[in-house]
Nanobody, 125 residues
Framework: QVQLVESGGGLVQAGGSLKLSCTAS????????MGWFRQAPGAERVFVAA????????NYAATVKDRFAVSRDNTKNTVYLQMNSLKPEDTAVYLCGRNLRGFYRSADAGAYDYWGQGTQVTVSS
């Protein structure tokens, strides 16, 4: 049974940093393309960042490029999202997912088959 568990969210002031974790069980992150999305209340799930199965390629939304970084630790079976220079508009629930359809579709939420429950990130101004 696949489980993805996010952690690391919280309340931070604008300009601050947070590091989110997504720990997987039932699948190996080293063999899968994994992604981060975020969802604000009443809004669609929006792509944030993704890492390819071989760990070489990354993809970022334009709104977070140069501020966020996705990485993984295969020994911990965990994917991370380092978020720097946070802005109030980054406030959302952040979710990680497993991309079943290939890295070229990493920005498409429909390509993901497993999701975690999410972790809340709130950035105050």
């Amino acid at each position: 049974q696949v489980q993805l568990v996010e952690s690391g969210g919280g309340l931070v002031q604008a300009g601050g940093s947070l590091k989110l974790s997504c720990t997987a069980s039932g699948l190996m992150v080293s063999l899968n393309s994994m992604g981060w999305f975020r969802q604000a209340p009443g809004a669609e799930r929006v792509f944030v960042a993704a890492i390819s199965a071989d760990g070489v390629s990354r993809n970022y939304a334009a709104t977070v490029k140069d501020r966020f970084a996705v990485s993984r630790d295969n020994t911990k079976n965990t994917v991370y999202l380092q978020m720097n220079s946070l802005k109030p508009e980054d406030t959302a629930v952040y979710l990680c997912g497993r991309n079943l359809r290939g890295f070229y579709r990493s920005a498409d939420a429909g390509a993901y088959d497993y999701w975690g429950q999410g972790t809340q990130v709130t950035v105050s101004s």
